[in-house]
């Protein structure tokens, strides 16, 4: 079956400091992989992808992400965290031979604090 | 500017009310997805299409309906409203292998 993991609910992180979310995921072949955010009663907002290439792939809001093939894990990151970074952020995949649906991680609540 | 409107932000509906939660894109993408938002539950794709007049199931169809008569409007229905459909509801639609584009979402309420 296809899944995807984020193994922590939530995040804390003090502002200025690196932080990281992270995401596993199990699916067959070689999926695309995004990060979603979602501010307070919206929607989820696109924040970067992989599809190929370099492992490491740059986002909106100063957000990267590392592709690690053999630990099948999609982390995101980003040097130093801003306040304004607290939001829920989705890890998602889309399985390239999965027809054209997306498969979803259960979100990560992250907390930036002053 | 790419979009995905909703045509409700906030709906406030009765028991057995019948409910129409509309969509629309102006990508020209030709899938489009519903999902429901719970707390804990993260979201749950409850009906998708890939062309006009197709529609797949997705995890949690049931209590559900989808029309897709239009390539840029896709509308979920709730053929008889109960309260454990009282969710934020999540449209979004998506090119061949590109990332999905999200409406704003609309919060139900099923009194």
């Known amino acids: 079956a296809q899944s995807v993991a984020q193994p922590e609910d939530q995040v804390n992180v003090a502002e200025g400091n690196p932080l990281t979310v992270k995401c596993t995921y199990s699916v067959s072949g070689n999926p695309y992989l995004f990060w979603y955010v979602q501010y307070p009663n919206r929607g989820l907002q696109f924040l970067l992808k992989?599809?190929?290439?370099?492992?490491l792939v740059k986002g909106s809001y100063g957000f990267e992400a590392e592709f690690n093939k053999s630990q099948t894990s999609f982390h995101l990151k980003k040097p130093s965290a801003l306040v304004s970074d607290s939001a829920l952020y989705f890890c998602?995949?889309?399985?390239?031979?999965?027809?054209?649906?997306?498969?979803f991680g259960p979100g990560t609540r992250l907390s930036v604090l002053p | 500017d790419v979009k995905v409107t909703q045509s409700s932000r906030y709906l406030v509906k009765r028991t057995g009310e019948k409910v129409f939660l509309e969509c629309v894109q102006d990508?020209?993408?030709?899938?489009m997805f519903w999902y429901r938002q719970d707390p804990g539950l993260g979201l749950r794709l409850i009906y998708f299409?890939?062309?006009?007049?197709?529609?797949e199931k997705g995890d949690i169809p049931e209590g559900y309906s989808v029309s897709r008569e239009k390539k840029e409007r896709f509308s979920l229905i709730l053929e008889s409203a109960s309260t454990n459909q009282t969710s934020m509801y999540l449209c979004?639609?998506?090119?061949?292998?590109?990332?999905?584009?999200f409406g704003p979402g609309t919060r139900l309420t099923v009194l």
């Open positions: 299409s890939y062309d006009v007049k197709m529609k």
């Open positions: 992989y599809i190929t290439g370099d492992n």
């Open positions: 990508m020209d993408h030709e899938n």
């Open positions: 979004a639609s998506a090119g061949t292998y590109n990332e999905q584009f």
């Open positions: 998602a995949v889309r399985p390239v031979n999965y027809g054209q649906n997306f498969v």
